[in-house]
């Protein structure tokens, strides 16, 4: 079936580095990925999409980038911040289910920004 | 404004006691979702309404039903809750159509359940 695989599950950077994280999808077909951020006990907000269209999108401090030959694309967050601490979930829509509009949840990543 | 609104925000019930959670929204979507999140894992899909029509996942237990009764309301029924249903439940929304189809989901702020 659809699976998506995110790396790191961890990654713990200083604060005003950059962070990647890194999902692969199996789908070939896929063609939305949102990415969300989930602070402990609060609901997943997304951060950031991107269709299969379209290579790369930038909104401030945050980017996606999609490799769709590879299937694979990347969360990049540039000169973090304490805040910007919370698990961060990649996922994929396969196009099987574009009417639904299911998606593929990664395994998640823990982002922590020491000060 | 809260959009997606899930009651009650935390549930205790015992072991096979049934239960139901709400969610209702504002935004007139017609695709509704409800999630199972345990601790440190990703949302896991139970089932979702395309408007009225019921689509459930293959490996979503018996013991979880739902119901719609109009667009703006969704319920989660849990039968018979075991210590391992104890878990965030999130209901999500989106807009799916031909003129102005939304690409995002919108998640409420979940119900947290807890099984004793």
């Known amino acids: 079936g659809e699976n998506v695989e995110q790396h790191p599950s961890t990654l713990s950077v200083q604060e005003g580095d950059s962070a990647v994280i890194k999902c692969t999808y199996s789908?070939?077909?896929?063609?939305?990925f949102p990415w969300y951020k989930q602070e402990l006990g609060k609901r997943p907000q997304l951060i950031i999409d991107?269709?299969?269209?379209?290579g790369e999108k930038k909104d401030q401090r945050i980017a996606v980038t999609l490799n769709k030959t590879a299937k694979h694309f990347s969360l990049h967050i540039t000169e973090t911040q304490p805040e910007d601490s919370a698990v961060y979930f990649c996922?994929?829509?396969?196009?099987?289910?574009?009417?639904?509009?299911?998606?593929?949840f990664g395994q998640g990543t823990e982002l922590s920004v020491k000060p | 404004d809260a959009m997606v609104i899930q009651n009650p925000r935390y549930q205790v019930t015992q072991f096979g006691k049934p239960v139901t959670l709400s969610c209702s929204q504002t935004?007139?979507?017609?695709?509704m979702y409800w999630y199972q999140q345990k601790s440190s894992q990703a949302p896991k899909l139970l089932f979702h309404?395309?408007?009225?029509?019921?689509?459930n996942e293959a490996d979503t237990p018996d013991n979880f039903q739902s119901r719609r009764p109009n667009t703006s309301f969704c319920f989660l029924d849990i039968r018979s809750p075991g210590l391992g249903d104890a878990a965030m439940y999130l209901c999500?929304?989106?807009?799916?159509?031909?003129?102005?189809?939304?690409?995002?989901?919108?998640f409420g702020p979940g119900t947290r359940l807890t099984v004793l």
């Open positions: 999500a929304t989106r807009l799916d159509s031909v003129l102005a189809g939304v690409d995002e989901q919108f």
């Open positions: 789908d070939s077909a896929s063609n939305y």
């Open positions: 991107i269709r299969s269209n379209v």
């Open positions: 996922a994929a829509r396969p196009v099987f289910y574009n009417q639904g509009g299911k998606l593929i």
């Open positions: 935004l007139n979507h017609n695709v």
């Open positions: 309404y395309y408007d009225k029509d019921f689509n």
